[in-house]
């Protein structure tokens, strides 16, 4: 069964940075685009950033552009959001998501069907 496993996140400062990590369980993630997603309380999921395999093409939402990277080391079977300038406002629980998109991602969470658990992102001061 195809699962994901997260790491990170944690309570920083605003201006600082954190790390999120998306592993694969069981399987190798290269054939798979990866899509980050976001959930703060009373608020709707959103997507934040997804990569697809292959030749690796990115897509990032307006809010995050510019301050998020994301990137995949699939020798690890790895996808990493590296996060910079963190805001108050990108406190959420953050998921990673899997599909087996040909060569392209979205940031549609609805595209989705493997997920991982979630890990709690807070920036305050």
């Known amino acids: 069964q195809l699962q994901l496993v997260q790491s990170g996140g944690g309570l920083v400062q605003p201006g600082g940075s954190l790390r999120l990590s998306c592993a694969a369980s069981?399987?190798?993630?290269?054939?798979?685009?990866i899509g980050w997603f976001r959930q703060a309380p009373g608020k709707e999921r959103e997507g934040v950033s997804c990569i697809s395999r292959g030749r690796g093409l990115t897509n990032y939402a307006d809010s995050v552009k510019g301050r998020f990277t994301i990137s995949r080391d699939n020798a690890k079977s790895t996808v990493y959001l590296q996060m910079n300038s963190l805001k108050p406002e990108d406190t959420a629980v953050y998921y990673c998501a899997a599909e087996s998109f040909q060569d392209m991602c979205t940031i549609i969470y609805d595209d989705y069907d493997y997920w991982g658990p979630g890990r709690q992102v807070t920036v305050s001061s």
């Open positions: 069981g399987f190798s993630l290269d054939g798979y685009a």
